[in-house]
């Protein structure tokens, strides 16, 4: 059976950093392309970053460029999302996915919940 | 970027009705598009991936059609655990964009 099972979040003052991590089972991670998706609070999804199976390729939506980064130990079966100047505008839940938009792509965590806020 | 136009917005509709949500895309994107399920607090569930083909285990009463530019998931008869929030996603090209969701309601 697939599990992802996201951690790390929590409250974070503007500014600050945070690491989420992704734990995969149930399937040979490093075959998959993953995806992290975000979702504000009361809001619709937002496609936050991919990293494939090798880690060698990497994407970003505009509003994270530059300040997140997406990687993968495919030795311990884990996605991370380094978020580094983090805004107000970031608090969401964030969901570790199996490649959205890739054939594959079915399975998702149950999220983690960042908060930045004073 | 392609910008995803979801409509409506949000509906109202009774168990057994015919539903149909529609999804533009801002320039063609093939069939590369797939429909989404979110309830509350709860992870999305993927319904149908590229545009059409209904993914496994989803019941046969959720299709999706269209190509290019013009998509659409129909419910044909909505039973009560379909009241939820659909969202439409292009996997054309990067960044990946999601429509803003279309929330069915009981009426």
């Given at each position: 059976?697939?599990?992802?099972?996201?951690?790390?979040?929590?409250?974070?003052?503007?500014?600050?950093?945070?690491?989420?991590?992704?734990?995969?089972?149930?399937?040979?991670?490093?075959?998959?392309?993953?995806?992290?998706?975000?979702?504000?609070?009361?809001?619709?999804?937002?496609?936050?970053?991919?990293?494939s199976?090798?880690?060698?390729?990497?994407?970003?939506?505009?509003?994270v460029?530059?300040?997140?980064?997406?990687?993968?130990?495919?030795?311990?079966?884990?996605?991370?999302?380094?978020?580094?100047?983090?805004?107000?505008?970031?608090?969401?839940?964030?969901?570790?996915?199996?490649?959205?938009?890739?054939?594959?792509?079915?399975?998702?965590?149950?999220?983690?919940?960042?908060?930045?806020?004073? | 970027?392609?910008?995803m136009?979801?409509?409506?917005?949000?509906?109202?509709?009774?168990?057994?009705?015919?539903?149909?949500?529609?999804?533009?895309?801002?320039?063609?994107?093939?069939?590369?598009?797939?429909?989404?399920?979110?309830?509350?607090?709860?992870?999305?569930?993927?319904?149908?991936?590229?545009?059409?083909?209904?993914?496994?285990?989803?019941?046969?009463?959720?299709?999706?059609?269209?190509?290019?530019?013009e998509?659409?998931?129909?419910?044909?008869?909505?039973?009560?655990?379909?009241?939820?929030?659909?969202?439409?996603?292009?996997?054309?090209s990067?960044?990946?964009?999601?429509?803003?969701?279309?929330?069915?309601?009981?009426?």
């Amino acid at each position: 059976e697939v599990q992802l099972l996201e951690s790390g979040g929590g409250l974070v003052q503007p500014g600050g950093s945070l690491r989420l991590s992704c734990a995969a089972s149930g399937f040979t991670f490093s075959s998959y392309a993953m995806s992290w998706v975000r979702q504000a609070p009361g809001k619709g999804l937002e496609w936050v970053s991919d990293i494939s199976g090798s880690g060698d390729s990497t994407f970003y939506a505009d509003s994270v460029k530059g300040r997140f980064t997406i990687s993968r130990d495919n030795s311990k079966n884990t996605l991370y999302l380094q978020m580094n100047s983090l805004r107000a505008e970031d608090t969401a839940v964030y969901y570790c996915a199996e490649a959205v938009g890739y054939s594959y792509g079915v399975h998702w965590g149950q999220g983690t919940l960042v908060t930045v806020s004073s | 970027d392609i910008q995803m136009t979801q409509a409506p917005y949000s509906l109202s509709a009774s168990v057994g009705d015919r539903v149909t949500i529609n999804c533009r895309a801002s320039q063609g994107i093939r069939n590369d598009l797939d429909w989404y399920q979110q309830k509350p607090g709860k992870a999305p569930k993927r319904l149908i991936y590229v545009a059409s083909s209904l993914q496994s285990g989803v019941p046969a009463r959720f299709s999706g059609s269209g190509s290019g530019t013009e998509f659409s998931l129909t419910i044909s008869s909505l039973q009560p655990e379909d009241f939820a929030t659909y969202y439409c996603l292009q996997h054309n090209s990067y960044p990946r964009t999601f429509g803003q969701g279309t929330k069915v309601e009981i009426k």
